[in-house]
Each structure stands twice: as C-alpha cells, then as structure tokens.
C-alpha cells in the first residue's frame, strides 16, 4: 500500500523513465538512419522545441489530472490505483502505436523519421513530469508509524 506521496513519486519516477527510454530510442534511430544527418541538428532543435511545448500546455495538463487523481485515493491504496482505467487503456493505445511506429520505420525504412517522434514524445513526457515532481516535493509527508 502506497501512500499519496509515493504514489507522486512513482507516477513522477515512471514518466522520467519512459522519457528516458524514448528519447534514448529516438536518438539513436536518428543518428543511425537519417539520410541527412549533417542536417540532424536542425531536426533536434525543432523535436526539441515541439516536445517543450506539448509538455508544457498538453502534458502538463495530463499530469496535473493525475494528481488530482491521487490526491483523491485513500491515503494508502494499492499501487494500481495510481492511474485511472482510462489512462491504462490510453498507455495501451499508445504501447501499440509505438509498436506500429516500428513495424512502419523498419518496412518503410523512416526509422530516423520515428526517431525524431520518439524524442519530441520523450522531451515532451519530461517536461510534463514536473508537475508530478512539484506535487511529490509540496505533499505532506505521512508518519512512519501510521498505516
């Protein structure tokens, strides 16, 4: 049983480690299969500005519903409570795009074009993840001695 804070933390520790994943994904794919890559630095500052700004004013939004989700369970509930069925099914969604995004970037031979998405995705779940750390950092600590 999680309390509110560390379900926050979780919530936070997963999003960074997604992004984390995805931007790693999509570098590599970008430096290993992009057919101008002299142009690679181009293509970085736009995904980078891109994912900035849905992490900003999408993410952000998303992450705050989170939030509010959590801060509405009982002090301590299940790990899985952490997120709505909605945000499962929509992580489900997302799985099986990536998954497309793949079998797409290998027959079409665009993996530096599914690179450049993943990374712009990572940035963006980054930037996004804030909000989850701002809400961790200012909830109140629960006594170890309570359960």
């Not at 999003?15 to 570098?27: I, N, P």
């Not at 369970?73 to 497309?100: A, C, N, Q, R």
Request: net charge positive.
């Amino acid at each position: 049983m999680l309390s509110h804070r560390q379900h926050l933390l979780m919530s936070a520790m997963i999003w960074v480690a997604v992004s984390m994943m995805l931007t790693a994904r999509g570098v590599v794919w970008v430096i290993s299969n992009d057919p101008v890559r002299h142009l690679a630095a181009v293509g970085f500052s736009l995904v980078v500005v891109a994912g900035v700004l849905k992490g900003r004013f999408v993410l952000s939004c998303a992450a705050a519903r989170i939030v509010r989700h959590i801060e509405n369970l009982d002090e301590h509930s299940s790990f899985w409570k952490m997120y709505t069925l909605p945000t499962y099914l929509f992580v489900i969604v997302m799985v099986g795009l990536g998954i497309l995004c793949r079998w797409a970037g290998s027959h079409w031979h665009i993996f530096w074009l599914i690179g450049y998405l993943y990374s712009a995705i990572g940035i963006s779940l980054l930037i996004g993840s804030r909000y989850l750390w701002q809400a961790w950092s200012s909830a109140p600590q629960t006594s170890p001695g309570k359960p």
